[in-house]
């Protein structure tokens, strides 16, 4: 990942910038496109510091794109995206890269070391410099939080193992700011959701967390706001339980919603007590007051 930026950073200019503004993010009045293609056309929002927030909406919309503008790598075309306050034309890629983390949904974009201890301590060596007694301390303490094996090749490891390998690069430099695009496609079920607690465990540590997401399952489970893309931009910012009530959204959005929310909107028409519930446990609890109650 550093080593990619590194190789992109023809845009840095020398000006210093703070980082050290109230929000995460800005996207405001942003254009983008590639070539002849437009992308992004207005597209505007925020992210708080803190937040866990999903960007969805239907393939191609620009999720992808929205990430590489957040990490500086794209400028916008017009209209301007912040990172930390900083605006992203005028900071050196190099600088947010020691702010925003970007996890890819291919490891093997991300994993550059033959040796999975090398390949956590390279983001703090790029940080504290080779020397620096950190570097040890940290990637020691990052391999035994993750149970990793530090003298295997990433590259001979399943591929669940290379994303917590490269997940485990991120959580070693402990990054303002964590960029997931679509991280626990093609993972089994264990996998996503060990993936997805040393994600939450970031968040909780005050890591600002966005995520692009196919399944609205895990959006359910751990985001505490979605961001929908359709057309260019954002047709709606919400809490996840509103925006998975927005019919219209859903649909334009080409948004499967989680089956629980599904069956509670079904149920909602003939028992009302059983709207708007979003987990399993809250529907057998529900079901059971309901059956107490009426029968
Ligand atoms: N490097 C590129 N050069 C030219 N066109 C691109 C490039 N990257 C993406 N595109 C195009 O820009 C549009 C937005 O792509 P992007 O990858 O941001 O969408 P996405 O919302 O992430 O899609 P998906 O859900 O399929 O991952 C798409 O039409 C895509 O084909
Ligand atoms: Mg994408």
Redesign the pocket.
């Known amino acids: 990942m550093k080593r990619s930026r590194r190789a992109n950073g023809a845009a840095e200019s020398s000006a210093a910038f703070a980082l050290d503004g109230e929000n995460a993010l800005e996207f405001d009045n942003v254009t983008f496109g ?2 002849d ?1 437009a ?1 992004l056309d207005g597209a505007s929002f925020t992210v708080k510091r803190g937040e866990f927030v999903a960007l969805v ?1 239907p ?7 929205s990430l590489r503008l957040a990490d500086g790598l794209l400028k916008p075309s017009s209209g301007a995206v912040r990172v930390l306050g900083a605006d992203t034309q005028k900071v050196r890629v190099s600088d947010l890269a020691k702010h925003v983390g970007f996890l890819f949904q291919n490891p093997d974009r991300q994993i550059c070391q033959n040796t999975t201890r090398e390949e956590v301590a390279f983001g703090l060596r790029v940080l504290y410099g080779d020397d620096d007694p950190r570097v040890e301390a940290r990637t020691n303490e990052v391999i035994d939080l993750l149970h990793l094996n530090p003298d295997v090749d990433p590259f001979n490891l399943a591929k669940g193992q290379r994303q917590a390998v490269a997940l485990a690069g991120l959580i070693a430099v402990e990054p303002d700011i964590l960029l997931l695009d679509e991280p626990t496609t093609g993972f089994d079920y264990d996998e996503c959701m060990e993936m997805m607690a040393h994600i939450a465990k970031m968040n909780a540590a005050g890591t600002t967390v966005v995520m ?1 997401c196919h399944d609205m399952e895990v959006v359910l489970d751990f985001a505490q706001r979605a961001i929908v893309l359709a057309n260019g931009h954002v047709i709606a910012d919400g809490s996840v339980r509103e925006i998975f009530h927005q019919h219209d959204v859903l649909e334009q959005a080409s948004l499967l919603p989680p089956q629980i929310c599904e069956l509670s909107q079904r149920l909602e028409r003939d028992f009302p007590e059983l709207a708007n519930i979003f987990g399993t446990e809250e529907m057998a609890d529900a079901i059971c007051a309901l059956k107490e109650e009426r029968f």
Not at 59 to 65: E, P, Q, V, W
């Open positions: 590639y070539k293609q992308v909406g393939n191609g919309t620009g999720k992808s794109t692009v």
